[in-house]
T-cell receptor, first 113, second 116 residues
Framework: DQQVKQNSPSLSVQEGRISILNCDYT??????FLWYKKYPAEGPTFLIS?????DKNEDGRFTVFLNKSAKHLSLHIVPSQPGDSAVYFC????????????FGQGTTLQVKP | DADVTQTPRNRITKTGKRIMLECSQT?????MYWYRQDPGLGLRLIYY???????NKGEISDGYSVSRQAQAKFSLSLESAIPNQTALYFC???????????????FGEGSRLTVL
């Protein structure tokens, strides 16, 4: 049972435009959400996170939006750059000291010059 | 040098063989994890450890075992490898900030295992 789902395996956008990556979750106990970015032959790296007490968190070109009622979050990248081409994983966890993340399947983003 | 180092980076083995993947970290973190990545399934947690005396099963621990030899070392063993354990394996570490775990993991570069 996939508790965190990224239903789009891939996304292609033009440089300079907005990239929107989506993620849905089923477990209402999740209260902390993260996005990781992965380049080929490297491990995933943390990108941005959001707590369930917020509905938006912004860091430079990256913004994560959380809609708790819909159990949906999205990552916006504006403007998209070719160096953003990577696999993006959404992850969720429960608060406290568990440290256990449940990951989505990943979305491969290609930003075309 | 990488903060989280995995060895070997690539390994091809045969069904039934015992395999050990090793992970060492210089970040000084107490928490360490083993994940596997499969196409279309994302990353799934195999085992995790919050300190040297603590070992916990993750989502998919069957067929695997781990050993936390020291704060900096966490190894993953496949006692008798099978083909469906062919995957990319990642070690990760994490720590607390102001007593709270943020969920931010620091990953190694991965170990690609192929079981024939």
């Amino acid at each position: 049972d996939q508790q965190v789902k990224q239903n789009s395996p891939s996304l292609s956008v033009q440089e300079g435009r907005i990239s929107i990556l989506n993620c849905d979750y089923t477990n209402s106990m999740f209260d902390y959400f993260l996005w990781y970015k992965k380049y080929p032959a490297e491990g995933p790296t943390f990108l941005i996170s959001i707590s369930s007490i917020k509905d938006k968190n912004e860091d430079g070109r990256f913004t994560v939006f959380l809609n708790k009622s819909a159990k949906h979050l999205s990552l916006h990248i504006v403007p998209s750059q070719p160096g953003d081409s990577a696999v993006y994983f959404c992850a969720a966890s429960r608060s406290g000291n568990t440290g256990k993340l449940i990951f989505g399947q990943g979305t491969t983003l290609q930003v075309k010059p | 040098d990488a903060d989280v180092t995995q060895t070997p980076r690539n390994r091809i083995t045969k069904t039934g063989k015992r395999i050990m993947l090793e992970c060492s970290q210089t970040k000084g973190h107490d928490r360490m994890y083993w994940y596997r990545q499969d196409p279309g399934l994302g990353l799934r947690l195999i085992y995790y450890s919050f300190d040297v005396k603590d070992i916990n099963k993750g989502e998919i621990s069957d067929g695997y075992s781990v050993s936390r030899q020291a704060q900096a070392k966490f190894s993953l063993s496949l006692e008798s490898a099978i083909p469906n354990q062919t995957a990319l394996y990642f070690c990760a570490t994490s720590d607390l900030k102001a007593g709270v775990h943020t969920g931010e993991l620091f990953f190694g570069e991965g170990s690609r295992l192929t079981v024939l």
